[in-house]
């Protein structure tokens, strides 16, 4: 449990075995919308880090895997919460280069610190945007990876199939405002109305903005849209994205070719998948723990020969 400037209490789960070697990399691990460390996804990326012998920690948002009395609640991410962990990171584990890697929501984070943050001696030279007063972090980031990301958080949600979208209120729903957060109810109670109301994933999470700390769905945009701040040069970024992807469909994949337009970036599709499925053949692991550690070994090699 670590503490962060305004006093709110974070949960970091680290899987590391033994004392790693000199250099290796550690894994930055994102949750779901409604996800923890105890997500099957992370967790085959953290076993599958372990037989490498790498380290993995996942970042559980405010409100994951712990219960506090913190009323705010930020479905995608605050960039200013991510800032701070990174820079803890850097500090308990120093001299360990970090990859950053999100599944579904958690992309958001991924990405938007990518379009936020920068260090003048990284060797991509990406330059400094975002936020006036940025947590000074020490370029440990080499690279970063998105696994089902829904890209523009303005339209993304609008566009999840029918049935995953009831699925999707009813989850959130029960997963803000029922059990041990129910007393958000109380601290929210308009919010909380809203919520209830609403009859989709894009409703509900326009309901839930206050939550986050903000004036307003435009004011929640500006600050947390992954897609606002993307840079035209980055740390190399591999992205994943199944075809046939009800909640992270389709449309949004096609809509941001863009961003890969940089050398260093690469995005991948497949024709089945479904949401952070990518399941191999006869009930194996999830594939795609191979595909984020092979993209991360190479990062991490490139970043080496740029040094040395």
């Known amino acids: 449990l670590i503490t962060l400037s305004d006093g709110a209490g974070v949960a970091l789960d680290w899987l590391v075995e033994g004392e790693l070697a000199e250099g290796a990399p550690i894994l930055l691990l994102f949750h779901g919308v409604c996800g923890s460390s105890s997500d099957v996804q992370l967790s085959a990326l953290a076993s599958a880090c372990r037989a490498r012998g790498w380290g993995a ?6 409100g994951h895997g712990i219960i ?5 609640r930020n479905i995608f991410g605050d960039t200013r919460d991510t800032q701070e ?12 280069p970090i990859a950053l890697v999100g599944i579904s929501a958690g ?3 991924v990405v938007r610190y990518v379009g936020e943050q920068a260090t003048p ?3 991509s030279g990406w330059a400094r945007k975002g936020p006036a007063e940025p947590v000074q972090c020490n370029g440990s980031v080499f690279c970063a990876v998105g696994i089902a990301a829904g890209y523009d958080i303005r339209v993304c949600c609008r566009r999840v199939r029918w049935l995953w979208d009831r699925l999707l209120v009813f989850r959130m729903l ?3 405002f029922g059990g041990a957060h129910a007393p958000l109810r109380q601290r929210h109670p308009e919010a909380y109305k809203r919520c209830r109301a609403a009859r989709t994933a894009h409703q509900f999470i326009e309901a839930m903005s206050p939550l986050a700390g903000y004036p307003s769905w435009e004011a929640y945009q500006e600050a947390c849209n992954p897609v606002g701040p993307f840079p035209a040069e980055t740390v190399p970024l591999f992205m994943l994205n199944a075809l046939d992807d009800p909640i992270a469909v389709e449309e949004n994949v096609h809509e941001h070719h863009w961003m890969f337009e940089h050398p260093a ?17 006869l009930g194996r692991p999830r594939w795609f723990t191979d595909a984020v550690l092979e993209f991360v070994a190479a990062a991490l090699e490139w970043q080496r020969s740029q040094e040395g």
């Open 57 to 62: 920690c996942v970042f559980n948002r405010r």
């Open 68 to 72: 506090t009395q913190d009323p705010k």
């Open 85 to 96: 962990v990174i820079a803890h990171v850097e500090k308990v584990a120093a001299g360990h």
């Open 107 to 109: 992309c958001a984070q």
């Open 121 to 123: 001696t990284h060797p």
């Open 174 to 176: 029960r997963f803000f």
């Open 265 to 281: 970036s690469i995005l991948a599709t497949t024709t089945r998948g479904s949401h952070v499925g990518h399941f191999d053949f």
